[in-house]
């Protein structure tokens, strides 16, 4: 079975400052790791994956997450927070793909971001 | 612009009632998701779809069921809806689960 856990329901940060929202998770075969991103109102957006290539990934909005092994971790950074960075934040780990992804979501963080 | 589809943005129904909640890609994707989402719980899978006419049960499909008839149309079906199924409904279509902007049901 795979779980993710994301650490802190809630992360404020100032605006210009780093962000970094964690994210841990079990799978019993190599994973398939995401970032996703929902901002209010809306539907969940794809910010980033991993599927075993590049252990850093970069995504959109200048978000990137690296891929650590031996911490069982995919935490996600943003080098200076934007005030529309505001969202909630979800982590999710698949299955290795021999057909296709079946994504299990961490609950979730929001982000929120002061001037 | 590829798209996933939810017919209804907001929907209020009544208990007892038979709810569908609709979902359209236009992607050709095989794989196509519904997820429930909750404050607190983030998302869960209710059912996913490989193929036509092909339905998996996902986390907790207690009280729903699903229909492909058609590879581009992928709807979830509350035969008797109940309060605790008042909810975010999010579909998802795609190796990487392009979601729709979802339909907030309220089951009064």
């Known amino acids: 079975a795979q779980s993710v856990t994301q650490l802190g329901s809630h992360v404020s940060v100032s605006e210009g400052a780093l962000v970094l929202l964690r994210c841990n998770y079990s799978s019993s075969v190599p994973p398939y790791l995401f970032w996703y991103v929902q901002y209010p109102n809306q539907g969940l957006q794809l910010l980033l994956k991993?599927?075993?290539?590049?252990?850093l990934v970069k995504g959109i909005n200048g978000f990137e997450a690296e891929f650590k092994k031996s911490e069982t971790s995919f935490h996600l950074t943003k080098p200076s927070a934007h005030m529309s960075d505001a969202a909630e934040y979800f982590c999710?780990?698949?299955?290795?793909?021999?057909?296709?992804?079946?994504?299990?979501f961490g609950r979730g963080t929001s982000l929120i971001v002061h001037p | 612009d590829v798209k996933v589809t939810q017919s209804s943005r907001y929907l209020v129904k009544r208990t007892g009632e038979k709810v569908f909640l609709e979902c359209v890609q236009d992607?050709?994707?095989?794989?196509m998701f519904w997820y429930r989402q909750d404050p607190g719980l983030g998302l869960r899978l209710i059912y996913f779809?490989?193929?036509?006419?092909?339905?998996e049960k996902g986390d907790i499909p207690e009280g729903y069921s699903v229909s492909r008839e058609k590879k581009e149309r992928f709807s979830l079906i509350l035969e008797s809806a109940s309060t605790n199924q008042t909810s975010m409904y999010l579909c998802?279509?795609?190796?990487?689960?392009?979601f729709g902007s979802g339909t907030q049901l309220s089951v009064l």
């Open positions: 779809s490989y193929d036509v006419k092909m339905k």
């Open positions: 992607m050709d994707h095989e794989n």
């Open positions: 991993y599927t075993s290539a590049a252990t």
């Open positions: 998802a279509s795609g190796a990487q689960l392009l």
């Open positions: 999710a780990v698949s299955k290795t793909p021999g057909g296709s992804y079946i994504p299990t």
